[in-house]
């Protein structure tokens, strides 16, 4: 099954996860489709403009993995804080915690995969 | 934790799943370090020159997403050829068959997700 691009369902979340600013989402696989057959429950590219923001959260019974495509951003990894880039991986693992900024002056733009535990 | 771009680990394979050239991978989540939590097998980034190609195939207890990131293809989707490129989702599901060619002039680059069935 092919899905165009203008096909792909589009979400645009205000302070997601009482970050800063709209963080648009485009959905790659849904879970309401079930095409994650119970293993996941997100598949999606994030933008993120200039000083738009994720806030801290933790993931629990679930684990994030974020591909960075384009931009910089500042990443709080479990406690740490590093800058990510295009090519960037991050991990956060079932029970950790990150949050993550665009403090660059592109879009901030990554692939988000979240499956369960 | 944070996987910077230089240590993601890197794949080159020739005549994937019978198809032309070298197939280049770069992958974010690994298997082997069980880092899908027995949900997956395959998060990773895929760059096909020009001409290059991955077999038809079929996918047998798992199922697999692409996202086209850059460059044209041209997919085989379950016995249905076509186009695709930057934005386009391709899913193949648990049971079904594809293939996929760079046909154009630039890169062929997607991301891959192989999710067990």
């Known amino acids: 099954m092919i899905r165009k691009a203008q096909e792909l369902k589009r979400e ?8 800063q600013g709209e963080v648009e989402i485009v959905h790659l696989l849904e879970a309401d489709k079930n ?3 119970g293993k996941g429950k997100l598949f999606a590219k994030f933008t993120l403009k200039p000083g738009v923001s994720i806030g801290w959260h933790q993931h629990s019974g679930d684990f994030e993995a974020y ?3 384009g931009g910089r951003g500042l990443v709080n990894d ?5 800058p990510v880039q295009a ?3 991050v991990l956060t693992r079932n029970g ?3 949050s993550i900024v665009n403090n ?3 879009d901030l733009v990554f692939i988000a995969l979240i499956l369960l535990a």
């Open 87 to 89: 090519g960037d991986m």
């Open 67 to 69: 591909y960075i495509l």
């Open 96 to 98: 950790e915690y990150h």
């Open 104 to 106: 660059g002056a592109e």
């Open 12 to 19: 645009v979340i205000k302070g997601l996860r009482g970050g």
């Open 35 to 37: 095409e994650f057959n």
């Open 78 to 82: 479990n406690g740490r804080e590093a």
